[in-house]
């Protein structure tokens, strides 16, 4: 069924154009999903996370999370970067147990330890699923969640701008064939205009680096060395997590900035969609969602997930809005996970397409913000919402590195994010004048993704 312009059954589309649009999702998660296990396999000299893990568990973690969720919620869960800190300490751990360990042998620990902090968004889905959603959402009105929206998608601005001055005219290539067929597309072609920048801006790779072109540190625009090397299929190396206090102490406390993250994932989601996901499926049952398939990669040595913003971009660019076309993306990445040379073809995509296609996607969470603002009449003459507002956007923003700080001999890093997500929701309880009741206004949390009355359904 198609409402507002947006296709809410992509079946009506067909199965090719189906997995073009699951094929669409992949692309944009692919980037920073394997990002993660490359930057700690730095951390770990070499025997860190392996990517067909990391891959393998994404797709499942997803199809893990829409069971949780009822099969309504359009998300994508993809490596988590916030535990990237937790990981770098526990590589550079070298008393107790650890003195003697080689870094290979200290990463099941670190998983170990993610396991405990995918566990913990139990307590709070309980929490919630006691007290009930809407006197959760007292604490989380239009000033609090708008700004933290618009503070994910700004967040990862210096990314995209780092990834496409790997090379400007690729990136803007991707971009400009996003904008023309998002724009100017008819049919098919107009919901998927991040695969064709892609398609696109990759023939046009092939052609520059054939023509002797380089990036702009003089490296070649294609590497295919890990492609011819690659084997075709492979089974994903797994191992089982091991439990330590020590590395649980350096893991699970990270979960009070994701499980904030997560908050503000599902609000972006719900007002991109404009379907009612802090009351149904509700917010409890993402959360279960989340940290369970958070925990189940890391059982397995995989990273820990996250809901990804770059799919929400996509949502909003594609207004397809079907879940079933995530959960092909899912089955795609678990695939993947399984073909070693596929994996490393789509891995030498250049940097520079993924920025120029980042634009767009980060872009887009931030705008959903601001509609966020704007739509709910967010009165920021009013000192209290302006205070709010502020705090957020200058943590979220600010803290581009995060704030570490010691417990015992633990080193514990809150993102950006995280800390923008803890001071809002402080200040919005501590500054006198809260006088938001979720549900109250209707139409405002409808347009916020987050209303309890649905919109009205067409006869």
Not at 122 to 151: E, Q, S
Not at 285 to 296: K, V
Request: charged share 10%.
């Amino acid at each position: 069924m198609n409402e507002n312009g947006n296709i809410r059954d992509a079946r009506s589309l067909g199965l090719p154009r189906m997995l073009l649009l699951g094929l669409q999702h992949l692309f944009a998660m692919f980037g920073a999903t394997i990002l993660v296990p490359i930057l700690v396999n730095g951390y770990f000299h070499g025997e860190g996370l392996s990517i067909q893990v990391t891959l393998f568990m994404a797709g499942i973690g997803t199809l893990f999370f829409h069971i949780c969720s009822r099969m309504k919620v359009p998300a994508f869960l993809g490596s988590s970067f916030a535990f990237l800190g937790g990981f770098a300490t526990v590589a550079e751990l070298n008393t107790g147990i650890f003195a003697d360990m080689s870094y290979g042998e200290k990463l099941p620990y670190a998983c170990g330890g993610i396991v405990v902090a995918g566990l913990a968004y139990l307590v709070l889905a309980l929490i919630i699923r006691v007290l009930g959603v809407k006197r959760v959402m007292h604490y989380l009105p239009p000033v609090v969640t708008g700004p933290i929206i618009i503070c994910i998608g700004l967040s990862l601005a210096p990314s995209a701008v780092a990834n496409a001055s790997t090379f400007w005219p690729l990136a803007l290539i991707a971009l400009g064939v996003i904008i023309i067929f998002n724009v100017w597309g008819k049919g098919m072609f107009r919901i998927i205009p991040i695969l064709m920048g892609v398609v696109i801006s990759y023939a046009a790779a092939v052609v520059l680096n054939a023509m002797g072109v380089t990036a702009a540190d003089g490296s070649p625009l294609l590497d295919f060395s890990t492609v011819a090397s690659a084997k075709m299929v492979g089974i994903p190396a797994f191992q089982l997590c091991k439990f330590d206090l020590t590395a649980i102490f350096v893991m699970a406390p990270i979960a009070l900035a994701t499980m904030m993250e997560h908050i503000g994932d599902i609000s972006a989601i719900s007002a991109t969609v404009g379907e009612n996901f802090i009351e149904d499926p509700g917010l409890d049952r993402t959360l279960i969602g989340d940290g369970l398939a958070t925990a189940l990669s890391a059982l397995f040595g995989g990273p820990a997930n996250t809901t990804y913003g770059e799919n929400t971009g996509v949502l909003e660019l594609s207004h397809v809005h079907d879940p079933s076309v995530i959960r092909i993306a899912a089955c795609f990445a678990i695939v993947l996970g399984f073909i070693p040379k596929m994996e490393a073809i789509i891995g030498s995509m250049p940097a520079s397409i993924i920025g120029g296609v980042s634009f767009i996607l980060y872009g887009m969470i931030s705008a959903i913000g601001v509609r966020n603002v704007v739509e709910n009449q967010v009165d920021l003459k009013e000192s209290r919402n302006l205070i709010i507002a502020a705090v957020i956007l200058v943590c979220g923003l600010g803290f581009s590195n995060g704030l570490t700080f010691q417990v015992g001999s633990a080193s514990i890093t809150l993102t950006g994010l995280a800390l923008a997500a803890i001071f809002g929701i402080l200040l919005n309880i501590i500054l006198p004048g809260n006088s938001y009741e979720f549900g109250k206004n209707p139409v405002g949390d409808i347009h916020r993704g987050v209303g309890i009355n649905t919109y009205p359904k067409k006869k």
